[in-house]
Protein backbone atom coordinates (compact mmCIF):
# COMPACT_ATOMS: atom_id res chain seq x y z
CA UNK A 1 0.00 0.00 0.00
CA UNK A 2 0.85 3.40 -0.78
CA UNK A 3 -1.14 5.75 1.73
CA UNK A 4 -0.19 5.32 5.19
CA UNK A 5 -3.47 4.18 6.39
CA UNK A 6 -3.01 0.62 5.68
CA UNK A 7 0.52 0.30 7.39
CA UNK A 8 -0.88 2.48 10.26
CA UNK A 9 -3.81 -0.14 10.40
CA UNK A 10 -1.34 -3.15 10.29
CA UNK A 11 0.84 -1.52 12.21
CA UNK A 12 -2.03 -1.73 14.97
CA UNK A 13 -2.97 -4.86 14.93
CA UNK A 14 0.44 -6.14 15.09
CA UNK A 15 0.74 -4.28 18.14
CA UNK A 16 -2.51 -5.56 19.66
CA UNK A 17 -1.28 -8.93 18.96
CA UNK A 18 1.80 -8.16 21.27
CA UNK A 19 4.65 -7.40 18.36
CA UNK A 20 5.72 -3.87 19.43
CA UNK A 21 9.19 -4.46 16.79
CA UNK A 22 7.09 -5.29 14.21
CA UNK A 23 4.37 -2.61 14.57
CA UNK A 24 7.56 -0.10 14.62
CA UNK A 25 8.16 -1.37 11.48
CA UNK A 26 5.05 -0.33 9.71
CA UNK A 27 4.50 2.90 12.01
CA UNK A 28 7.55 3.71 10.54
CA UNK A 29 6.35 2.79 6.84
CA UNK A 30 3.80 4.78 7.67
CA UNK A 31 5.22 7.54 8.77
CA UNK A 32 7.70 7.67 5.48
CA UNK A 33 4.47 7.50 3.50
CA UNK A 34 2.48 10.25 5.40
CA UNK A 35 5.20 12.46 7.15
CA UNK A 36 2.31 14.72 8.69
CA UNK A 37 0.06 11.32 9.49
CA UNK A 38 0.12 11.87 13.35
CA UNK A 39 -1.34 8.27 14.20
CA UNK A 40 1.57 6.33 12.64
CA UNK A 41 3.71 8.82 15.10
CA UNK A 42 1.33 7.95 17.89
CA UNK A 43 1.39 4.26 17.27
CA UNK A 44 4.70 3.96 17.37
CA UNK A 45 5.32 5.94 20.36
CA UNK A 46 2.92 3.22 21.90
CA UNK A 47 4.95 0.41 20.62
CA UNK A 48 8.51 2.36 22.16
CA UNK A 49 6.07 2.34 25.45
CA UNK A 50 5.70 -1.22 25.40
CA UNK A 51 9.10 -2.04 25.07
CA UNK A 52 9.94 0.01 27.61
CA UNK A 53 11.54 2.54 25.60
CA UNK A 54 10.42 6.15 26.95
CA UNK A 55 12.56 8.89 26.03
CA UNK A 56 12.00 7.75 22.35
CA UNK A 57 8.38 7.38 23.21
CA UNK A 58 7.97 10.83 24.34
CA UNK A 59 10.01 11.86 20.95
CA UNK A 60 7.78 9.78 18.89
CA UNK A 61 4.57 11.80 20.51
CA UNK A 62 6.48 15.27 20.80
CA UNK A 63 6.03 14.90 16.76
CA UNK A 64 2.97 13.55 16.79
CA UNK A 65 1.47 16.86 18.70
CA UNK A 66 3.12 19.41 16.27
CA UNK A 67 0.78 17.35 13.21
CA UNK A 68 -2.29 16.90 15.74
CA UNK A 69 -1.94 19.20 18.39
CA UNK A 70 -5.64 18.87 19.98
CA UNK A 71 -5.31 15.13 19.70
CA UNK A 72 -6.45 13.91 23.45
CA UNK A 73 -5.37 10.35 22.69
CA UNK A 74 -1.73 11.71 21.95
CA UNK A 75 -1.41 13.83 25.44
CA UNK A 76 -2.85 11.07 27.66
CA UNK A 77 -0.09 8.91 25.77
CA UNK A 78 2.70 11.31 26.39
CA UNK A 79 1.68 12.11 29.94
CA UNK A 80 2.42 8.44 30.67
CA UNK A 81 5.46 8.09 28.85
CA UNK A 82 6.61 11.19 30.64
CA UNK A 83 5.69 9.95 34.35
CA UNK A 84 7.03 6.69 33.84
CA UNK A 85 10.45 8.27 32.56
CA UNK A 86 9.94 10.07 35.39
CA UNK A 87 9.40 13.44 34.01
CA UNK A 88 6.94 14.17 36.84
CA UNK A 89 6.16 18.00 35.86
CA UNK A 90 6.12 17.69 32.59
CA UNK A 91 4.00 14.64 32.86
CA UNK A 92 1.54 16.49 34.96
CA UNK A 93 1.44 19.30 31.92
CA UNK A 94 0.52 16.95 29.74
CA UNK A 95 -2.43 15.01 31.64
CA UNK A 96 -4.05 19.08 32.20
CA UNK A 97 -3.61 19.65 28.43
CA UNK A 98 -5.24 16.05 28.12
CA UNK A 99 -8.54 16.78 30.37
CA UNK A 100 -9.49 19.78 28.26
CA UNK A 101 -9.66 17.79 24.99
CA UNK A 102 -11.98 15.18 23.68
CA UNK A 103 -11.27 11.72 24.84
CA UNK A 104 -12.88 8.56 24.07
CA UNK A 105 -13.67 6.21 27.17
CA UNK A 106 -10.38 3.53 27.11
CA UNK A 107 -8.72 6.67 26.96
CA UNK A 108 -10.02 8.76 29.63
CA UNK A 109 -9.77 6.07 32.18
CA UNK A 110 -6.41 5.84 31.34
CA UNK A 111 -6.13 9.83 32.08
CA UNK A 112 -7.58 9.14 35.39
CA UNK A 113 -5.58 6.61 36.53
CA UNK A 114 -2.65 8.91 35.65
CA UNK A 115 -4.14 11.98 37.10
CA UNK A 116 -4.08 9.54 40.40
CA UNK A 117 -0.34 8.54 39.97
CA UNK A 118 0.73 11.81 39.01
CA UNK A 119 -1.04 13.01 42.55
CA UNK A 120 0.95 10.64 44.28
CA UNK A 121 4.33 11.67 42.80
Known amino acids: PSLPFAYDEWGTERLIKGDPD ?5 FER ?15 GEALMRKGDFRAAIERLRQADSNAPHWGRNHVRWAEALLRSGQDRAGREQIQVATNLALDSADRATLERLVSVGAKN
Open 22 to 26: GAIVL
Open 30 to 44: AHKAGPHFADALEGW
